[in-house]
């Protein structure tokens, strides 16, 4: 009897555990620390592709428009050549050299203020657009152009134009001006700071203020130190208006699929804005003056630039100031005559070439650093290299001296931002896109082509700027010009 009960009370007990966690086989499995396999964490999802039909999209040539509004405002699509994002820009052809000893610092300012609008929106506002966009929205300006950039998906563009035409156009208000100012000071705390680690920071600058002067091209990219305090909104307005025309505007957008229906959304946002006398808004000519600069630093190392007056944007030796370029290049980043100078030579640390080019100017030259008790060594090698221009270059180094130039070209218009920005500039700066010709332009380059322009190139005054901690052993340009003729 008792083992009868027994076994009843059992199965009664197994029935009640059965109906309260026979659904769940999970907490059984917990309770007895084991894994169940049969949960649907165990199992693999299926997918049925029957009935889905994908949507397939191949690359397509790009197609460019461009479309000139009544008030001067130029408007250049590139058309969607793969399905992503919208980037536009806003290209104003207005940069540091248009600062003046009044308004140095005026572009750092903007840039350090770019989304303080208050026509249509605000800082917070526009700041929650772009994270909600997906997007981006930046601002950079170098010594000729300042450019306003971004993207989007293709929903929130015309938000994002709007926002793109407030930025760059309206003009900042006192606010706006106050945190300039006090963003303008650290900006300029920290590049003193980071000059600490490394005391040939500053060198860039340095090359393009001896070479022109405290004027034009020489202006400072972080504008003069002095004249924080002199920053306002009065001033920041002044300079807008003293130096923004609508015919030095370019509207740039890749990705669109309807080039009028962009034209259109300019139209709703510029057209009301009245032409100007263009004639009036000249930029002032730039000078090149040269000489010499040197800068005491405690370090072991010297550091000399020497450049010289090369070509403008237009000139038929720029493609041959490229390749020169491109045949001494950078120590650090392959084989090339740079390296080889630092295989050659221990007391070389690094070797680069420099070459920059405006619209009525230009600079070509080289930068080597060393053991500062081998500066005069470093100046001699430096000149030696540079001389060796005007000898003849064989068809093997000046093969790849082209092909790395033209594969550097190429990687750069890969990307659709990237190239957006170098086809704004390449037809603000021609008036007509001539980005497609720079590998044919490279091609045509020849050994001839270098010699004549290493020859006028070197022919020109040159520019030496020498920091470090042994200076004065360093020869004077007096000796450069002797060694070069």
Request: aromatic share 8%.
């Amino acid at each position: 009897m008792l083992s009868k009960a027994f076994k009843s009370q059992s199965k009664t007990l197994l029935q009640h555990f059965r109906r309260d966690f026979g659904s769940n086989p999970g907490i059984l499995a917990r309770i007895l620390n084991t894994v169940d396999t049969k949960t649907s964490a165990y199992s693999m999802a299926k997918y049925d592709p029957t009935g889905h039909k994908p949507i397939e999209a191949n690359d397509q040539a790009p197609e460019y428009n461009i479309t000139t509004l009544s008030n001067g405002f130029t408007v250049l699509t590139e058309s969607q050549v793969f399905p992503g994002a919208v980037n536009m820009g806003f290209l104003i052809d207005v940069g540091t050299r248009d600062e003046t000893h009044e308004t140095s610092g005026a572009l750092l300012a903007l840039k350090n203020t770019y989304l303080k609008t208050l026509k249509h929106t605000n800082e917070t506002i526009n700041y929650g657009m772009i994270q909600m966009s997906g997007g981006d929205m930046v601002m950079d300006y170098d010594q000729e152009r300042m450019f306003f950039k971004g993207h989007c998906l293709e929903y929130d563009t015309i938000d994002m134009f709007q926002m793109l035409v407030d930025i760059a156009l309206e003009p900042r208000s006192v606010l706006a001006a106050n945190v300039a100012r006090s963003k303008n000071r650290k900006s300029h705390d920290l590049s003193k700071h980071l000059h600490k680690y490394d005391p040939f920071s500053e060198n860039s600058d340095l090359v393009l203020r001896t070479a022109y002067g405290y004027n034009t091209l020489g202006m400072p990219r972080l504008g003069l130190e002095h004249n924080i305090d002199n920053i306002d909104a009065r001033m920041l307005q002044q300079f807008i208006m003293d130096n923004i025309t609508p015919r030095k505007c370019l509207i740039v957008a890749s990705g669109v699929q309807n080039h009028k229906e962009y034209v259109d959304l300019v139209k709703e946002r510029l057209g009301d804005l009245l032409p100007v006398p263009e004639h009036l808004y000249k930029r002032t000519a730039s000078e090149y003056i040269g000489g010499e600069y040197r800068s005491w630093t405690e370090s072991p190392q010297t550091n000399i630039v020497l450049a010289f007056n090369s070509s403008q944007w237009n000139h038929e030796d720029t493609a041959a100031h490229h390749v020169m370029h491109s045949l001494i290049g950078n120590s650090a980043h392959g084989k090339n005559r740079a390296y080889n100078l630092l295989k050659s030579h221990n007391f070389v640390d690094s070797v680069e070439s420099l070459n920059s080019h405006f619209s009525d100017s230009g600079i070509f030259g080289i930068q080597i650093q060393g053991a500062g008790s081998h500066s005069q060594d470093l100046l001699h090698v430096a000149l030696e290299e540079l001389a060796n221009l005007r000898n003849g270059v064989s068809d093997e180094e000046l093969a790849r001296a082209k092909n790395k130039l033209k594969m550097q070209t190429l990687t750069n218009l890969e990307k659709s931002e990237d190239r957006l920005e170098e086809i704004a500039k390449n037809f603000l700066t021609f008036g007509d896109l001539t980005f497609h010709q720079y590998c044919d332009q490279i091609d045509k380059v020849t050994s001839e082509d270098i010699n004549r322009a290493a020859g006028r190139t070197l022919s020109t005054k040159p520019t030496m700027v020498v920091t470090g901690g042994a200076i004065n052993l360093v020869p004077t340009i007096t000796d450069v010009q002797r060694q070069l003729q």
